[in-house]
């Protein structure tokens, strides 16, 4: 069975940081294209970073760009989100999901809530 | 960035009905590469289409995925208790991978 599993998320006060992990299982994680998807409160998807299964490409969205780190280690089976200079706009639920790079995204995890608030 | 707008924003519909759910992109979405997702309440999306007309393991075949370049549509031949959810376009062709804001198919 396929299973992806965030941990890491809470509350953390404006300009905090947070280290978001994604642990997978059932499935070749070093052969997958990685995502991290979020979404605020009441609110729609909106793609946030997505790095290629050798960490040789990476993407961000221009609204975390220079805050935020994606990275993998295919030998933990584990994805990454360091978060950075954090704002009240990032307090979204964040999902580690397959894909990027011309791949769809087939595997989701439950998601992380991340609340960032005085 | 592709700008992908979805219509309408809220479709209420009686459970046997035929949906239409429209994913309009700013630009050519590259080669199809085109998702459907549905996320209910309190739960993860899960992916429907792929490739704009794919199914993905599992799906029924009530739904279905068409359309090319700017264009693409997602339709549930008759509705189920179940669909009544917000499904979600997303292209992942080009970086941004952007999402349409969503089409909540409601109960009416």
């Known amino acids: 069975e396929v299973q992806l599993v965030e941990s890491g998320g809470g509350l953390v006060r404006p300009g905090g940081s947070l280290r978001l992990s994604c642990a997978a299982s059932?499935?070749?994680?070093?052969?997958?294209?990685m995502n991290w998807v979020r979404q605020a409160p009441g609110k729609g998807l909106e793609w946030v970073s997505s790095?290629?299964?050798?960490?040789?490409?990476?993407f961000y969205a221009d609204s975390v760009k220079g805050r935020f780190t994606i990275s993998r280690d295919n030998a933990k089976n584990s994805l990454y989100l360091q978060m950075n200079s954090l704002r009240g706009e990032d307090t979204a639920v964040y999902y580690c999901?397959?894909?990027?790079?011309?791949?769809?995204?087939?595997?989701w995890g439950q998601g992380a809530l991340v609340t960032v608030s005085s | 960035e592709i700008v992908l707008t979805q219509s309408p924003g809220t479709l209420s519909l009686s459970p046997g009905e035929r949906a239409t759910l429209s994913c309009r992109a700013s630009q050519s979405v590259s080669s199809t590469y085109l998702a459907w997702y549905q996320q209910k309440p309190g739960q993860a999306p899960r992916l429907l289409i792929y490739?704009?007309?794919s199914r993905a393991t599992g799906i029924p075949d009530r739904f279905s995925g068409s359309g090319s370049g700017t264009d693409f549509t997602l339709t549930i031949s008759r509705l189920e208790p179940e669909d009544f959810a917000v499904y979600y376009c997303q292209q992942y062709g080009d970086s941004p991978y952007t999402f349409g804001q969503g089409t909540k198919v409601e109960i009416k």
């Open positions: 059932g499935f070749t994680f070093s052969d997958y294209s």
């Open positions: 490739g704009a007309s």
């Open positions: 999901a397959s894909g990027g790079f011309l791949e769809w995204s087939d595997y």
């Open positions: 790095i290629s299964s050798s960490s040789i490409y990476i």
